[in-house]
């Protein structure tokens, strides 16, 4: 079932994204068959669908009118061999375990590119609902300025199938969750526009489907001066691709709780454009429409794809003439319907709750996603996902701790927070957070802002740093020697085995062996020993179980 009403869903999309990349209608069926059917047997997720989506058919249409000119046979030829090249490099890519980068888009920017692309994809359907006819290039605020401008141009019978689909799927969902409720509303709308409707209402339809399926061809001008030429293009459509179809993969995957392996899907896409470009079939990617489909309408494993591609085959070859009279406007009613439940409101209010900067990175990614390219919209929101998590751990915590003497074992607590009395003679801190060249101006402005004439001797306790690279260990290493030229001593105690492990390639010996400590009793029980006595004597506070009673 999920098969078939994707099969149906990806009919009109295939031909409107071939237009767009500049190609033949039959192009975007042929993609809309090879590649999911590829992509099913390879990728790792459950519910992706794969096949033509709209910002690779730019990307391609960009790439490729550079050297031809749209629907013209060198056009079809260059993209082709361009769709093998894209999928050649994503290949590599997963190959080589790239996958691992997808891991820099974070579940903030996630939900916000998600946000952004519904309403998008809503946006554009609203053109298909009301029959306004607005520009192909325009932007999101141009053709809702165009829309709200033109109400009056709004044809009221395609509005009213779009309407009567929409509101059929919600009685059907009502009715039970387990009816295929946007399978339905599709049948029931086509058949009352079919009987109702006559020529003066001006509903647009599919239309005609030639008769045919992709056959085996090796892409014309495949040498190594049009190979050079298209290698940026190539680059640029298979990043696009691959940051397209792992992050809806990963968005589906969040609802449907599946665990994905990136490299596969890398390798998974890589393949299928590969086989595409030899079966008549330009680079395809993810759709965010047909996979949340495909997940609402309960598919459990990839053969949803495998039929839906089988099924477009049949259709195709078989059905075109009752193809032919399926409504735009219904297919818009339904991918509305599609668009809103891919906004998670859930986790954008839990993330609103949790975090000002994740929100923060939400909401630029969102207002990114509506305003510029969808793959720079997720490319603004991981670089201010990453600006965020550099703020933090550039700025780690430098914590002046001291014993609690209310409890029995004198637990070391932050000293300013629990107003603790300090020992007059040792300043003991806590590094929270890895300890790296750009942690370092900020650890040591606070080491020195707690530095005082009195205490001539400093324990940094280090179970709080998970990771030093050479201009940490440096650091460490010039404040040892720094505290001893004013004669006094610098300690560390509680290392980790791997930054204990670093300090050894030549960094201990500069601090001194004799001043790491394993832990902070051994510590604190030696460097007492080597106090001023009369001041330990005279001292007040006596917050060491060492201190003499």
Not at 251 to 260: N, P
Not at 413 to 431: F, G, S, T, Y
Request: hydrophobic share 50%; glycine share 6%; aromatic share 10%.
């Amino acid at each position: 079932m999920a098969g078939l009403t994707g099969a149906v869903v990806v009919l009109p999309q295939a031909i409107a994204f071939s237009l767009i990349a500049g190609l033949p209608p039959i192009y975007g069926l042929y993609t809309a068959m090879i590649i999911p059917f590829v992509f099913a047997l390879f990728g790792s997720s459950l519910h992706m669908v794969a096949g033509p989506t709209t910002t690779v058919s730019i990307a391609m249409f960009t790439s490729v009118s550079l050297f031809a000119t749209r629907m013209t046979e060198d056009f079809i030829a260059i993209a082709l061999l361009l769709t093998v090249m894209v999928g050649l490099i994503q290949f590599i890519l997963g190959l080589v375990r790239m996958g691992r980068l997808v891991n820099f888009i974070s579940r903030s920017v996630l939900t916000g590119y998600t946000a952004g692309a519904a309403i998008l994809i809503a946006s554009h359907q609203l053109e298909n609902v009301t029959g306004l006819k607005v520009k192909a290039t325009a932007s999101f605020i141009e053709s809702w300025g165009f829309m709200l401008t033109h109400l009056k141009d709004i044809n009221p019978y395609s509005f009213g199938i779009g309407i009567i689909t929409i509101l059929i799927a919600l009685i059907f969902l009502k009715i039970s969750s387990k009816l295929p409720h946007l399978f339905i509303s599709m049948v029931l709308s086509s058949l009352a526009a079919y009987f109702l409707a006559d020529s003066s209402w001006q509903i647009p339809l599919v239309g005609y489907i030639p008769s045919s399926l992709p056959h085996f061809e090796v892409p014309a001008n495949f040498n190594f001066d049009t190979i050079n030429n298209l290698l940026p293009g190539a680059f640029a459509v298979a990043i696009l691709g691959l940051i397209e179809v792992v992050t809806i993969s990963r968005t589906i995957a969040i609802k449907s709780r599946q665990s994905l392996d990136s490299n596969k899907e890398f390798m998974g896409l890589g393949l299928s454009n590969m086989v595409g470009g030899f079966f008549s079939s330009y680079a395809g990617s993810g759709s965010f429409t047909r996979s949340a489909l495909n997940y609402e309408l309960g598919a459990k494993t990839p053969m949803s794809s495998i039929f839906a591609s089988l099924i477009l085959m049949a259709i195709v070859l078989f059905i075109t003439p009752l193809a032919e009279h399926l409504p735009i406007p219904t297919i818009g009613g339904i991918i509305l319907i599609i668009a809103f439940k891919l906004i998670d409101f859930k986790s954008i209010s839990q993330i609103s709750k949790a975090s000002k900067s994740e929100i923060a990175v939400l909401t630029i990614t969102f207002l990114s996603t509506l305003l510029f390219d969808l793959q720079f919209a997720i490319l603004v929101g991981v670089f201010f996902s990453l600006s965020f998590y550099l703020m933090r751990t550039t700025t780690p915590a430098v914590i002046p701790i001291a014993p609690n003497p209310i409890n029995t074992r004198r637990k070391f607590m932050n000293a300013k927070v629990n107003n603790l009395d300090e020992c007059p003679q040792l300043l003991i801190v806590r590094i929270d957070g890895s300890l790296f060249f750009g942690a370092i101006e900020h650890i040591k402005n606070k080491l020195i802002a707690l530095r005082s004439n009195s205490r001539k001797r400093i324990l940094i306790v280090c179970s709080g740093i998970n990771f030093v690279d050479v201009a940490g260990a440096e650091f460490l290493a010039r404040e040892a020697e720094s505290w001893r030229s004013e004669g006094g001593e610098f300690y560390l105690c509680s290392l980790k085995k791997k930054v204990r492990d670093f300090l050894a390639k030549g960094y201990s010996e500069r601090i001194g062996m004799e001043n790491i400590y394993t832990n902070k009793e051994g510590a604190i029980s030696s460097i007492y020993e080597k106090l001023d006595r009369p001041t330990c004597e005279a001292c007040p506070v006596k917050i060491f179980l060492e201190c003499p009673q």
